[in-house]
């Protein structure tokens, strides 16, 4: 497989490094917003600004910022909603309105919504099997993805919500698993790549569609497939170092990577690596500028945004507080995490862990 594949391998000839950050005293810090409340905003609540009676997590964001899909315990966010299971909703900042989405399935692993905001994927288990189900902000419907396996899983959605990377997983021996490029619309499926085991592929998607990284999981290698020509070129870390996938930025023109204890950050069209040290990447801004991270030493901040143009550095959360992909609007204006911690806002007396939106201005 990993000959195949690297018919047309992209090895970093330069890397660019990046300062990793040891504590919060020790940060190249452009600006800060404070966890008292400013510049930051809880998400998870009724349209009337109730807060959440149960745990909400794993948030996603468009690319303007406006709006916010994460995944709730909670049974008083819409009135429509019962206490049974888990459930989606879908915040619009700007309207201050909470929708829930209707899916036949208690979500699986995190949501992910379109960067235009009007489509949210989500899996779940549907009888015996994972499934993938996309649905439509506006209208709340929800429809059924198919796939090749008996389980498909790991969703990544392109800028319009048209295309639909994930992956089908084959349970019945020989048990593998193939990463497919879904074109809802047309109603077609391409191939990316198909491995002959079930450990985790991870595919992310660009904004256009035309790229999709993926990781196998077994070789611990990265690749990105291409559209247009229908390859798979990689492993872009190099051929000797173990990587793992973070995202590809909606733009292609990044691809974020972890090895070892860092982070790396390719430029797609020079082939080049920017290394932040010490770090563990969680997403990155749709234009590919700003990153997303947890710094491995755990006496500073939880979460910190990087402009990897210029290498300074904003807190985004001082307290306990976790991220996905997906996390960070364009331009890195907004990014969206959940936390247990009480004192992030003003207020904050249900106990339960909450989804909030920090807005850098």
Sequence with gaps: MRAALCATVVVCAVTTVLPGVASAESMN??????????????????????QGDGDSTAATITTNGRSVAFSSLANNLTPDNPAIRER?????????????????????????????????AMWGLWQRDTKSFLSQVSSGSTIGMNCAGLSCSQTSLSADGRYIAQVATFNRP??????????????????????????????????DGRFVAYQDGKTEDVFVWDRTDDTSAGPIEGPSKAAKLVQISKDGSK???????????????????????????????????YLLYAP?????????LRDLRTGTDEVVSNQPATAGTDTVSAG??????????????????????????????
Excluded at 174 to 187: H, T
Excluded at 265 to 281: A, H, K, W
């Design 174 to 207: 020989p048990s593998r698993q193939r990463i497919e490029v879904r074109d809802w619309r047309a109603n077609t499926t391409e191939t990316v790549y198909e491995f002959d085991h079930t450990v985790s592929s991870r595919p992310s998607i660009s904004g």
């Design 88 to 120: 989606v909703y879908v915040r619009d900042q700007r309207m201050s309105k909470t929708t829930l989405m209707s899916t036949p399935v208690r979500p699986d692993q995190p949501p992910v919504i379109s960067g235009d905001g009007q489509y949210v």
């Design 296 to 304: 491995n030493d755990t006496t500073g901040p939880s979460l910190v």
């Design 255 to 289: 691809i974020v990577y972890l090895s070892g204890s860092d982070t790396y950050v390719q430029d797609e069209s020079s082939g080049t690596d920017q290394l932040v040290p010490n770090v563990r990447g969680l997403a990155i801004d749709p234009t590919g500028r």
């Design 29 to 50: 810090v452009a600006r800060v917003a404070s966890d008292s409340g400013a510049g930051v905003e809880r998400i998870s609540v009724a349209p009337d600004g109730t």
């Design 332 to 361: 890195g204006r907004d990014v969206v995490f959940h936390s247990t911690a009480d004192d992030i806002v003003p207020g904050d007396t249900n106990g339960k862990s909450d989804v909030f939106v920090r807005r850098f201005y």
